[in-house]
């Protein structure tokens, strides 16, 4: 699967209601907060709209990352009519479990995925709200395919390219629709 071109408009669109607010949670960080574009219902259609049409066809299985991602991967799913899997923070989840461990920035981090809770041999889109440093996207991965699953592609509203999170996500097709 190749990336499927973001329309200048929809671009301009999810830039226009995504919200940078400096220094949150802490000084230095620019955090991009989605609920101006979550509570604009065409806007929000658009996005979904978009990552249908470039998964679509290619997955069986959204898997949403904790916790922005999941309010990408649920209409996504339904849209497109397969199922959906949440991967979440350590401890959310009743045993049993698959569980990886992974390094962000300011130190380690567990998520989780009910064993079960992908097929065998399933194809996956995972989706996430900002690829920021890739350690949370590669875990996912990771745990998708110890479960048995093929990750097709990975999707997010907002790439923070500085970052340089896709150094972590060598060799798999990333769908940002905005890069910052």
């Given at each position: 699967m190749s990336p499927?071109?973001?329309?200048?408009?929809?671009?301009q669109l999810i830039t226009a209601r995504v919200r940078s607010v400096p220094d949150y949670p802490t000084?230095?960080?620019v955090f991009r907060d989605i609920t101006p574009l979550l509570s604009?219902?065409?806007a929000f259609s658009a996005v979904v709209g978009h990552l249908a049409d470039t998964f679509g066809g290619e997955v069986d299985t959204v898997a949403g990352v904790e916790a922005r991602g999941f309010l990408l991967a649920a209409p996504l799913a339904a849209v497109l009519g397969c199922s959906l899997v949440?991967?979440?923070?350590?401890?959310?989840?009743p045993p049993p479990v698959l569980r990886t461990n992974y390094h962000l920035e300011y130190g380690e981090?567990?998520?989780?995925?009910?064993?079960g809770a992908v097929a065998a041999g399933a194809r996956v889109a995972v989706l996430d709200d900002v690829l920021a440093t890739g350690?949370?996207?590669?875990?996912?991965?990771?745990l998708l395919e110890r479960a048995g699953a093929t990750?097709?592609?990975?999707?997010?509203?907002?790439?923070l390219a500085a970052l340089r999170g896709r150094e972590q996500l060598i060799g798999r097709v990333v769908h940002p629709l905005v890069s910052y």
């Open positions: 499927l071109p973001v329309p200048t408009g929809l671009q000084p230095g960080v604009d219902g065409t949440a991967v979440r923070k350590a401890g959310k989840l981090a567990s998520i989780e995925l009910s064993e350690g949370t996207a590669a875990a996912t991965c990771e990750v097709t592609g990975l999707g997010f509203l907002i790439e």
